[in-house]
């Protein structure tokens, strides 16, 4: 994985905000949950084109149980039916699906569905789409505490790969964050593999978020130079040993001082306004 000034992004991070297409775009709930599986298909079909291998979608988070349960359950019902219709598609553009998140809330026909999804499409070698359902960062993070070994000392590695958790595979550090909607935050979302990502804000609600935006992220994601706590350097090969070497302590997971200040960013600034994920 190559960390200098444009390298592709190995690892692509997209949060979408769940208000859809609400606000400027005036569509009920579910329509805009609706368009925004379109805008993931195109994302998708995008990705393998601008040099991403792996690129993670946050579908449902842990904390969008507590939205209202009939919108919780069509969400469900949406997530289920785009695993079962675009199945083909997936093998096809040889795209591998897996889902990451807590499985054991999940309605039982949900979970046959993404075990038979993830099963048919593990030959994909193009691209390794990955969508977070039922999911939150700082849970994964608890658990995989919970099943340290009090015997055996801890570091990052160990600690990553108990946070992925079996059959997710290891894929390494996000190298880009998107967030769509306005937002200017991160979110409950792989915070432990994004601690030196490149953050893309867009004020574009996400369905409304295509190809030709992600190639801009991409493009301004190119403009950066990436550090990795160390000195900048043209040809810097970010690996997990060169990343014990270059830093001195995890920092913070907004440490602004990791990029390019001069950076141009893709979405002009506006006013904060906090919601949940």
């Not at 999911?135 to 790969?161: K, T």
């Not at 996400?206 to 000195?231: I, T, V």
Request: hydrophobic letters at 40%; one cysteine or more.
């Amino acid at each position: 994985m190559e960390a200098s000034c444009g390298s592709i992004p190995r690892s692509l991070r997209l949060g979408a905000n769940q208000r859809s297409g609400r606000g400027q775009r005036g569509l009920p709930r579910f329509a805009g949950h609706r368009a925004g599986v379109s805008a993931a298909r195109a994302i998708v079909e995008a990705a393998p084109s601008l040099g991403i291998s792996i690129l993670t979608l946050f579908a449902f988070s842990s904390d969008n149980w507590k939205r209202p349960p009939e919108e919780v359950t069509s969400l469900i019902w949406l997530l289920r039916s785009y695993l079962r219709t675009d199945t083909a598609r997936l093998i096809e553009n040889r795209v591998r699906l897996i889902v990451i998140g807590r499985r054991d809330r999940l309605p039982a026909r949900m979970r046959r569905e993404i075990h038979r999804v993830e099963h048919e499409t593990i030959g994909g070698d193009r691209l390794i789409v990955r969508v977070a359902i039922d999911y939150s960062a700082r849970d994964a993070i608890l658990r995989a505490r919970a099943a340290c070994s009090p015997d055996r000392p801890l570091d990052r590695a160990s600690l990553g790969r108990l946070i992925a958790g079996d059959g997710l595979l290891q894929t390494g550090e996000v190298d880009l964050v998107i967030r769509t909607g306005g937002e200017r935050r991160l979110s409950d979302f792989m915070l432990w593999e994004s601690a030196y990502a490149e953050l893309v804000f867009s004020d574009l609600m996400w369905p409304d978020f295509g190809a030709a935006d992600l190639r801009a992220a991409m493009d301004e994601f190119h403009s950066r130079k990436r550090r990795f706590g160390g000195l900048e350097s043209k040809h810097t090969e970010h690996t997990e040993e060169a990343d014990e070497s270059i830093k001195p302590g995890l920092g913070g997971l907004l440490s602004m001082e990791r990029r390019n200040h001069n950076a141009r960013p893709v979405a002009s600034g506006r006013g904060f306004e906090r919601r949940g994920t």
